[in-house]
């Protein structure tokens, strides 16, 4: 009998908890969660704070 209210893991395909749907555990959702997060800031701000060029340089 499979109920219909069980589902797998996103990503490993265990049983899914409810508490961290729709994944079987928190570090399921922090691996998924954490490749949005890198994926959208892969690419760091750059070419807004020009002025800053070299301090970090020039401190040392
Ligand atoms: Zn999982």
Redesign the pocket.
């Known amino acids: 009998m499979s109920d219909p209210a069980v589902r797998?893991?996103?990503?490993?395909?265990?049983p899914?908890d409810p508490a961290y749907r729709p994944?079987?555990?928190k570090?399921?959702a922090d691996i998924d969660l954490q490749k949005w997060l890198t994926g959208a800031y892969a690419i760091p701000g750059t070419g807004t704070e020009d002025d800053s060029e070299g301090d970090e340089a020039e401190e040392r």
């Open positions: 797998s893991c996103a990503r490993c395909d265990k899914m994944f079987c555990s570090r399921c």
